[in-house]
């Protein structure tokens, strides 16, 4: 996961710092169902989970994107878009085969008229490691960061 003090992390890199983020979730999702569903309510204790993963994503992503070393604001942000696709991919191929959801329950967490705001996850999933990276990056007037 970690890349040398020279060279960014590729590919496999990406990948695998995305794994933990899903410790984060489960964990999350478990804290959600024993301390917040009963005193808050379903839709309630869906939406406190879903700023508290968030919280809990940023502080992991402002961790990790100094050892992945992306190159550029580009490569940070395909770190992004690919984090997407596992998030999603994950999500509902885990959430339909193995956790047993219809698939539209799962295409129902993203109502936000119900209250729901799951997609801002998926989002801050993406927008993150571009964020994090233009933060944490010295900008030294030279570059417009893009490359």
Not at 17 to 44: K, Q, S
Not at 52 to 60: D, W
Not at 63 to 71: D, E, G, N, S
């Amino acid at each position: 996961m970690t890349a040398s003090p020279t060279r960014p992390a590729g590919l496999g890199g990406w990948v695998a710092a995305w794994l933990p983020m899903v410790a984060i979730a489960i964990a999350n999702g478990a804290a959600r169902e024993a301390w917040l569903l009963a005193p808050l309510g379903e839709t309630a204790a869906h939406q406190v989970s879903t700023l508290s993963a968030i919280a809990l994503f940023g502080v992991y992503i402002w961790w990790v994107m100094p050892r992945l070393r992306p190159a550029s604001l580009r490569q940070a942000a395909g770190i992004g878009g690919l984090w997407l696709a596992m998030t999603l991919a994950f999500e509902f191929l885990f959430g339909h085969f193995v956790a047993g959801q219809s698939w539209a329950a799962l295409i129902d967490n993203y109502n936000l008229a119900t209250g729901r705001l799951w997609p801002l996850i998926p989002l801050w999933v993406a927008v993150a490691p571009p964020l994090v990276h233009r933060l944490r990056t010295p900008y030294n007037g030279s570059s417009s960061k893009l490359v």
